[in-house]
Antibody, heavy 121, light 110 residues
Framework: QVQVVESGGGVVQPGRSLRLSCAAS????????MHWVRQAPGKGLEWVAV????????YYADSVKGRFIISRDNSKNTLYLQMDSLRTEDTAVHHC??????????????WGQGTMVTVSS | QSVLTQPPSVSAAPGQKVTISCSGS????????VAWYQQLPGTAPKLLIF???ERPSGIPDRLSGSKSGTSATLDITGLQTGDEADYYCATWDGSLRAVVFGGGTRLTVL
């Protein structure tokens, strides 16, 4: 079935790095823009980043710009999020999500269950 | 402080109708499509509405979306206890070059 499954979360100290992965299956991964969206404990949804279907275009939330890099490997049907210089405020469940539209939008029709990132000393 | 403004909570009785509002600006709702999500506790968000008023397959027609100017609304009629959840609006902001979410609205079915 159509699904995305995140992995790579864990506990990390402030200032360290982590790389998240999102494995897609059941659809033509290379045809869709993909996003990362996170949710801190007890808080609302926060968009993190988007990458176009071909990987040529990326956009980031101001809160992660310069620290996180979104990328994809269409040959492996996998989305990545390289997270550097992690801060305590990055503590959240990180979801990957498939974009509904070819143009930039906030509509995501397939979500993973997420992977928890905890930044703590 | 979210770019899109939603009421923190709404409530209504079973069978009744509830409206959840989402207020933005010309750079986001005013020029781009709005999506709505439902999030049950401990689960991933679920897309309810996209392109302002379109429902994905499987979403019942008692849920509907609309937009006017820089505000959007989600209407839920025939409320059920299973509708108790958090609801979020989202859209693209052309000035920020970012997806923006509302702060979320908790729906209580009394």
């Amino acid at each position: 079935q159509v699904q995305v499954v995140e992995s790579g979360g864990g506990v990390v100290q402030p200032g360290r790095s982590l790389r998240l992965s999102c494995a897609a299956s059941g659809f033509i991964f290379s045809s869709y823009a993909m996003h990362w969206v996170r949710q801190a404990p007890g808080k609302g949804l926060e968009w993190v980043a988007v990458i176009s279907y071909d990987g040529r275009n990326t956009y980031y939330a101001d809160s992660v710009k310069g620290r996180f890099i979104i990328s994809r490997d269409n040959s492996k049907n996998t989305l990545y999020l390289q997270m550097d210089s992690l801060r305590t405020e990055d503590t959240a469940v990180h979801h990957c999500a498939r974009s509904v539209s070819y143009v930039p939008s906030g509509a995501f029709d397939i979500w993973g269950q997420g992977t928890m990132v905890t930044v703590s000393s | 402080q979210s770019v899109l403004t939603q009421p923190p909570s709404v409530s209504a009785a079973p069978g009744q109708k509830v409206t959840i509002s989402c207020s933005g600006s010309t750079s986001n709702i005013g020029t781009n499509d709005v999506a709505w999500y439902q999030q049950l506790p401990g689960t991933a968000p679920k897309l309810l509405i996209f392109e302002d008023n379109e429902r994905p397959s499987g979403i019942p027609d008692r849920l509907s979306g609309s937009k006017s100017g820089t505000s959007a609304t989600l209407d839920i009629t025939g409320l059920q206890t299973g509708d108790e959840a958090d609801y979020y609006c989202a859209t693209w902001d052309g000035s920020l070059r970012a997806v923006v979410f509302g702060g979320g609205t908790r729906l209580t079915v009394l």
